[in-house]
């Protein structure tokens, strides 16, 4: 009887094929439970606040990413938000604080316990978006959205160009602290700009500038929460890595948690 086996190069290519064909259904496959994963994010987003201006895709933070931030603020709400690129995330960030921090118009009391919005941009014409964007809300008073020129900025690491006017977030501490009459307990800091095109790392800044610019206070330790987004990307990983090894570098203990987002995110916590 003739063989009918095939000859190896043709094996071979059909082995290719199908290894092709394999990982194209698992492409599609990840691809629906992505976008599965970002409705049910929208939908609990839309159940918390209502209504979202803007978009939740692509350059903006994703649904995912916007829910954990908020699950967050309201898990434990902060004193002080810092925000280094604004955006549609300025104003879920602020239609969280009132829901973390309810207060009747107009209340003395609401006002002493509303928190501080630091949003940082660097780009005239989306920080004229972003303020149009906030502009309706009843915390818009308690939001400083800087228009933050990058500029050089450098530690033992190498040279950056990053955020200008971050003297504002030690302003912004002190005088919370001075309003509420006693440290402040917890700080969430929403890290999404500037872009990866302004140079390599070019969010790490975010982490020693913020150890800079809040003094620590032995008596009662401060505990920050960093939300990074993006970290599906190699720059972002490298930063996650420098971050970590600058905390470990001064004796800081720190807790490390990927997201499995769809752009990848990272949550890093540590007292100061």
Do not use: C
């Not at 938000?81 to 829901?99: C, D, K, M, P, W």
């Not at 920080?127 to 502009?135: R, S």
């Amino acid at each position: 009887m003739p063989s009918t086996s095939l000859p190896d190069p043709l094996l071979q290519r059909l082995g290719a094929i199908e290894q092709r064909l394999q990982a194209i259904e698992q492409s599609k496959r990840n691809a629906t439970l992505t976008i599965t994963r970002q409705l049910e994010a929208f939908i609990q987003l839309h159940t918390l606040i209502g209504s979202i201006p803007g978009q939740l895709h692509g350059w903006p933070i994703s649904a995912d990413f916007a829910l954990r931030m908020l699950h967050q603020l309201l898990a434990e709400p902060p004193e002080l938000v810092i925000e280094f690129g604004s955006g549609t995330s300025t104003y879920l960030l602020l239609q969280g604080l009132a829901l973390a921090y309810p207060q009747r118009s107009g209340s003395a009391q609401g006002a002493r316990s509303a928190p501080q919005l630091l949003s940082y941009e660097h780009l005239p014409q989306f920080h004229q978006l972003t303020a149009e964007l906030i502009a309706p809300g009843r915390l818009r008073r308690h939001a400083q959205l800087l228009l933050a020129p990058l500029e050089p900025w450098s530690d033992a690491s190498g040279s950056y160009s990053y955020y200008s006017q971050l003297e504002r977030i030690t302003a912004a501490a002190i005088a919370l602290r001075r309003k509420r009459q006693r440290p402040l307990h917890r700080v969430l800091v929403i890290v999404d700009g500037p872009p990866g095109a302004t140079g390599p790392q070019a969010r790490y800044p975010a982490l020693p500038a913020l150890l800079q610019a809040i003094p620590a206070d032995p008596a009662r330790p401060l505990q920050i929460t960093l939300l990074l987004d993006d970290l599906i990307r190699a720059d972002e990983q490298a930063t996650a890595a420098s971050w970590q090894a600058l905390l470990a570098d001064r004796g800081i203990a720190a807790s490390r948690r990927d997201l499995p987002f769809e752009k990848g995110a990272m949550e890093l916590r540590f007292p100061l």
